[in-house]
């Protein structure tokens, strides 16, 4: 796999989105490999355990789009939030069962907008879904896909606070 490539595209992609669009949504970004996979990573430091590290810790939330041999062998790009041991969240006291109920009923009323989506899994996968990989449209699929997280994480937000410490 051309891992510098999927990163190359993963970061210009990236950084077509201005940066007043993920500061006004409090999102980062990170595009390395992980897994044997070329990763992007969207995130917020307060949706983890550790903000100081927060791609590291145990309990963190975070949207992921990625690429490795077996997804090129599939002709698919993947994406997907995790939400990782949320009762280690400091503030919180989270049912990782409820919060993923309680994303998934506001995520209904955007899955239209993500091709494949799924939410048929466990607690730590809120969603999953793939679009075709195609090498002319990576870039393009990329930034969607990004404009689609930065519309949906205030779900995120919203859904962590109801579980917040008061």
Known sequence: MDYEFYLTMFRSAAEKISKEQYDREGLKVSVDIFLESAVLKMYKPEWSGNPQSPLDAASRIFFSIWVSDKTIREGKMYYNIHAL????????????????????????????????????????????????????????EVCRLIQNFLEISPIIDIVLDQYKIR
């Open 85 to 140: 041991k949320l009762r280690e969240l400091k503030d919180y006291k989270i049912s990782s069962r409820h919060f993923a109920q309680n994303f998934r009923v506001q995520f209904l009323k955007h899955q239209k907008d993500w091709p494949n989506a799924d939410i048929q899994y466990g607690p730590l996968t809120l969603m999953q879904g793939w679009i075709p990989l195609t090498t002319e449209e990576i870039q393009k």
